[in-house]
């Protein structure tokens, strides 16, 4: 059968400060999930968080980009927010950030991941979601999975892999977007999706079947109002088995953390942990960036799960090489590499003080 896996996700206020969703919201979340299931819309939803970020994963046969699907989770959003501000959480309702909505939630604030597929006959799913980093922290990890043979073997040994993947790959200050094939266009590839800040794997196709493997949120909160507002907290959805890489080889690349956009008021470098669920509760300088990962069997679009796949006891190395990345880090203070480069400081104060102090600079 055709089914539509949607998972969208907001900051809709966190407890405490940027560390948490209070378990009420969540309680929200899902009795709004709960009626749109009973009515008909759903097939089937499962509510969870990362941190202080909202998932709503949904799965229908309204198709991608549907108004319907669309407007339940910004009325979800909403509803919660109201919770929120009841409650007094910190940045209620932060990632919303228009007044009402106007037919889709791209463009509006909520983090979107989409995909529209044939169910197949062991349909096994993998959604990734991360808090205080931005969106282009999938490129390496997406990279690894779909491109890497010391990653993924089936790249090399399995026949309806070998002939390799296409990944679409969007200039999001540019607004275009590009489809690379691998393995022949690796190199090419690599020189833009290198700098994830810009550059950003949106979705990855099975070149033969021309099947969705995978597909990521790419939205950039700071792009989108102008200025400032947190990070944007991206969601990644991951067919496993079979034609793609196995449940092992999705996972594999978070088994050792990398450095990514986000952490403290999004303007520093940090290593990404690999946490289970009830980790995911970034205090240490507003992290260290987490990540977790459910994994779901589909049958009939019901999700059968979830298994929290980072709960796993093998990841304990990562989380200790992940702390030992942040001491690293944490000792530059407010120096590069640990903050930002300038070109991405642009939506904190720092035109400000260049502005302040530009009749203060003289030529050598």
Request: glycine letters at 8%; one cysteine or more.
């Amino acid at each position: 059968m055709s089914i539509t896996l949607s998972v969208i996700k907001a900051d809709v206020g966190g407890y405490v400060g940027h560390s948490e969703s209070h378990p009420d919201v969540l309680a929200k979340a899902g009795e709004c999930l709960a009626r749109a299931k009973k009515d008909g819309l759903l097939v089937d939803y499962h509510v969870t968080k990362c941190g202080d970020d909202l998932q709503l994963i949904m799965t229908h046969q309204q198709g991608e980009d549907n108004e319907k699907i669309h407007k339940l989770a910004w009325d979800t959003f909403v509803d919660c927010t109201q919770v929120a501000k009841k409650l007094k959480l910190h940045g209620a309702g932060q990632d919303l950030l228009s007044d009402a909505f106007s037919g889709n939630v791209r463009g509006m604030g909520p983090g979107v991941a989409e995909m529209e597929f044939e169910e197949r006959v062991a349909e096994t799913i993998i959604i990734l979601m991360a808090d205080k980093t931005s969106s282009g922290a999938w490129n390496m990890p997406l990279y690894k999975m779909f491109a890497d043979p010391f990653n993924t073997i089936g790249l090399v040994i399995a026949p309806n892999m070998h002939s390799g993947f296409a990944f679409e790959v969007h200039d999001v200050k540019e607004h275009k977007k590009i489809t690379f094939n691998t393995p022949e266009e690796i190199y090419d590839m690599l020189v833009f999706i290198g700098a994830p800040s810009r550059y950003m794997i949106k979705a990855v196709y099975h070149r033969e079947t021309k099947n969705i493997a995978a597909v990521s949120s790419t939205q950039r909160l700071s792009l989108i109002a102008g200025r400032y507002i947190g990070k944007d907290d991206p969601v990644c959805i991951i067919r496993a088995q079979g034609e793609v890489p196995a449940v092992g080889e999705v996972l594999e690349p978070f088994s050792s953390p990398i450095l990514v956009e986000g952490w403290m008021r999004g303007s520093h470098q940090g290593p990404l942990m690999p946490v289970s669920i009830p980790d995911s509760t970034p205090t240490r300088f507003d992290g260290p960036p987490r990540v977790v990962a459910v994994g779901f069997q589909l049958s009939g679009g019901m999700l059968i799960g979830p298994r929290d796949m980072f709960a796993d006891k093998s990841y304990d190395l990562a989380r200790h090489q992940a702390n030992e990345m942040a001491d690293l880090m944490r000792r530059h203070g407010p120096f590069e590499p640990h903050r930002l480069p300038l070109e991405e400081m642009e939506y904190t104060t720092m035109p400000e003080v260049a502005k302040k102090l530009e009749g203060r600079f003289t030529d050598l």
